[in-house]
């Protein structure tokens, strides 16, 4: 007799993909009312498993019951009717198309015949209200930053009632503030019965939220848990060693300035932005969404102009908004957007690896495919990228390994000044262990590195110095010995005083909040 509590039920779930065995045998149940997480080292099989119960993948061996009876998944339909809605980490949302026009897409109110726009955008509107998100449901998608994107997301799948609803790395883009917003949202549909599945790298999110976790490693699932269980106790099961040291940082000696900026300025964007980075050392840039950190990052590689303000590499002035003359200095940049900006989705990981070094490796119109094929399967060594082959589409791979090539490819191209925006979101502690070990040799190795991180842990942990951004502006400095979390968010929090401002506190004007980071 089946359970009437539990809503979905997976026994002996196998998928396969040439080459790789991408789930082996996975058990999972989720029950009314409850959050149960997911968790599981980049590569693990979670996001296969989510792509089943969403129907994106069919399953080649093991079942799938819903409400006690066996069920097929064969479209975003099936997980309709069967109450199933997911939300994915890769945006499912139309650029060209409003904030309402997303929600409602291929389900919009109609009355006469016509679509009931009014309506539309006032039950658009309840929703966003519910997530606490401030957008009109007149916006354009393409209009909005990241943190927005994900909560339209979110709105979308509360409108489709479901009584599953899987979250995939929901909170990877959002501000503290914003993450309670959503735990107060996933608390209330707990409560109204909703059955959640919850994926996130953030162990300290698990007990906070969670009621059970599964750990899935290698394709298998290796135990089923309390929520409170201690954290150590689930890196073990997940990575299957312990961590002893999250945040490996080692100072090396510093040397001179390889990244010098002076007086930045992008109009309403971000004003008067210096900083310079030493051979040797990681600046972090910490701030709330839109206090412009991305904007500067973008800047400083040359993908966006600026007014006014000086870039220097090594001594030398950059052209102001020329990427090639930012790459020919030893700039590269690795980009909050990795699938965006930072991969070409439908090459593969050989061909990606050596995006920026193709140039340096073609003499008279030959590439030295020899020499660049040796080159990327020295690197994807290097990196412990997890791939079928150097041939593998980059797409195909997971978030943790997407990164590595992202990096790898400026490791190719002997970058002596990296920036890395948001360089660990979305992956598991055991690569962000190894990314930040990789921070290490660059750093031991005489490069300058410029983190931008929305994990303020992680910026502490891994940072020399503490860059603090707000409104558009360098809020204040800190050593690592000074930076702690209250003096980080003391700045990031304050009104930052222009040049010229009068010394009797006189507010500085208010600087318009970019969109993005």
């Given at each position: 007799?089946?359970?009437?509590?539990?809503?979905?039920?997976?026994?002996?779930?196998?998928?396969?993909?040439?080459?790789?065995?991408?789930?082996?045998?996975?058990?999972?149940?989720?029950?009314?009312?409850?959050?149960?997480?997911?968790?599981?080292?980049?590569?693990?099989?979670?996001?296969?498993?989510?792509?089943?119960?969403?129907?994106?993948?069919?399953?080649?061996?093991?079942?799938?019951?819903?409400?006690?009876?066996?069920?097929?998944?064969?479209?975003?339909?099936?997980?309709?009717?069967?109450?199933?809605?997911?939300?994915?980490?890769?945006?499912?949302?139309?650029?060209?198309?409003?904030?309402?026009?997303?929600?409602?897409?291929?389900?919009?109110?109609?009355?006469?015949g016509m679509i009931d726009r009014g309506r539309m955008e006032a039950d658009a509107e309840v929703l966003l209200a519910r997530v606490g998100v401030d957008v009109s449901p007149r916006a354009r998608v393409r209009e909005l930053g990241i943190a927005r994107l994900q909560m339209v997301?979110?709105?979308?799948?509360?409108?489709?009632?479901?009584?599953?609803?899987?979250?995939?790395?929901?909170?990877?883009?959002?501000?503290?503030?914003?993450?309670?917003?959503?735990?107060?949202?996933?608390?209330?549909?707990?409560?109204?019965?909703?059955?959640?599945?919850?994926?996130?790298?953030?162990?300290?999110?698990?007990?906070?939220?969670?009621?059970?976790?599964?750990?899935?490693?290698?394709?298998?699932?290796?135990?089923?848990?309390?929520?409170?269980?201690?954290?150590?106790?689930?890196?073990?099961?997940?990575?299957?060693?312990?961590?002893?040291?999250?945040?490996?940082?080692?100072?090396?000696?510093?040397?001179?300035?390889?990244?010098?900026?002076?007086?930045?300025?992008?109009?309403?964007?971000?004003?008067?932005?210096?900083?310079?980075?030493?051979?040797?050392?990681?600046?972090?840039?910490?701030?709330?969404?839109?206090?412009?950190?991305?904007?500067?990052?973008?800047?400083?590689?040359?993908?966006?102009?600026?007014?006014?303000?000086?870039?220097?590499?090594?001594?030398?002035?950059?052209?102001?908004?020329?990427?090639?003359?930012?790459?020919?200095?030893?700039?590269?940049?690795?980009?909050?957007?990795?699938?965006?900006?930072?991969?070409?989705?439908?090459?593969?990981?050989?061909?990606?690896?050596?995006?920026?070094?193709?140039?340096?490796?073609?003499?008279?119109?030959?590439?030295?495919?020899?020499?660049?094929?040796?080159?990327?399967?020295?690197?994807?060594?290097?990196?412990?990228?997890?791939?079928?082959?150097?041939?593998?589409?980059?797409?195909?791979?997971?978030?943790?390994?997407?990164?590595?090539?992202?990096?790898?490819?400026?490791?190719?191209?002997?970058?002596r000044v990296l920036i890395l925006d948001e360089p660990t979101r979305g992956i598991d502690v055991g690569a962000k262990v190894e990314i930040y070990q990789l921070i290490n040799e660059l750093t031991a190795a005489g490069a300058a590195v410029l983190m931008i991180s929305s994990d303020?842990?992680?910026?502490l942990g891994m940072s020399d110095r503490v860059l603090v951004m707000a409104q558009g502006r360098i809020a204040g400095e800190l050593t690592a010995d000074e930076a702690t979390q209250d003096a980080v968010m003391s700045l990031a929090v304050s009104t930052p005083a222009a040049p010229?401002?009068?010394?009797?506190?006189?507010?500085?004007?208010?600087?318009?909040?970019?969109?993005?980071?």
């Amino acid at each position: 007799m089946s359970d009437p509590d539990e809503l979905l039920r997976i026994e002996g779930i196998r998928k396969t993909f040439p080459g790789v065995i991408a789930l082996d045998g996975v058990d999972f149940d989720l029950r009314r009312g409850e959050v149960h997480v997911l968790l599981g080292e980049n590569g693990a099989g979670k996001s296969t498993l989510i792509k089943m119960l969403s129907g994106a993948y069919t399953p080649d061996a093991g079942r799938i019951l819903a409400g006690g009876q066996e069920v097929r998944v064969h479209g975003a339909q099936d997980a309709a009717r069967l109450g199933i809605a997911t939300i994915y980490q890769e945006f499912n949302l139309v650029p060209d198309l409003t904030v309402a026009e997303n929600i409602f897409l291929g389900r919009q109110p109609r009355r006469f015949g016509m679509i009931d726009r009014g309506r539309m955008e006032a039950d658009a509107e309840v929703l966003l209200a519910r997530v606490g998100v401030d957008v009109s449901p007149r916006a354009r998608v393409r209009e909005l930053g990241i943190a927005r994107l994900q909560m339209v997301e979110i709105a979308k799948a509360l409108s489709l009632d479901a009584r599953v609803l899987i979250m995939d790395e929901p909170t990877a883009v959002l501000t503290s503030e914003e993450v309670e917003k959503l735990f107060a949202i996933v608390r209330a549909l707990r409560a109204d019965g909703v059955g959640i599945v919850f994926i996130t790298h953030h162990l300290d999110e698990i007990a906070a939220l969670g009621d059970r976790v599964t750990v899935i490693r290698d394709g298998r699932s290796v135990g089923q848990v309390p929520a409170s269980t201690p954290e150590d106790e689930l890196v073990r099961l997940m990575v299957g060693r312990s961590i002893a040291q999250q945040y490996p940082r080692e100072r090396p000696e510093t040397g001179t300035p390889l990244l010098s900026v002076e007086g930045l300025t992008r109009d309403g964007v971000f004003h008067d932005v210096g900083f310079e980075v030493r051979a040797g050392e990681v600046v972090g840039i910490a701030g709330l969404v839109g206090a412009g950190r991305t904007e500067v990052a973008r800047a400083v590689f040359g993908a966006d102009p600026y007014d006014r303000g000086t870039v220097r590499v090594g001594g030398a002035v950059l052209r102001r908004a020329d990427v090639n003359a930012a790459m020919a200095a030893g700039i590269g940049l690795v980009p909050e957007d990795r699938k965006g900006q930072g991969l070409v989705l439908d090459a593969s990981v050989e061909e990606n690896l050596g995006l920026v070094t193709l140039r340096s490796a073609t003499r008279a119109g030959i590439v030295d495919l020899k020499g660049q094929h040796a080159a990327a399967e020295r690197i994807a060594d290097r990196l412990g990228v997890r791939m079928a082959g150097l041939g593998q589409q980059v797409r195909t791979l997971s978030g943790g390994n997407q990164q590595k090539v992202v990096i790898g490819k400026w490791l190719l191209a002997d970058a002596r000044v990296l920036i890395l925006d948001e360089p660990t979101r979305g992956i598991d502690v055991g690569a962000k262990v190894e990314i930040y070990q990789l921070i290490n040799e660059l750093t031991a190795a005489g490069a300058a590195v410029l983190m931008i991180s929305s994990d303020l842990p992680e910026v502490l942990g891994m940072s020399d110095r503490v860059l603090v951004m707000a409104q558009g502006r360098i809020a204040g400095e800190l050593t690592a010995d000074e930076a702690t979390q209250d003096a980080v968010m003391s700045l990031a929090v304050s009104t930052p005083a222009a040049p010229g401002t009068p010394a009797d506190g006189t507010p500085a004007t208010e600087v318009e909040a970019p969109r993005g980071h």
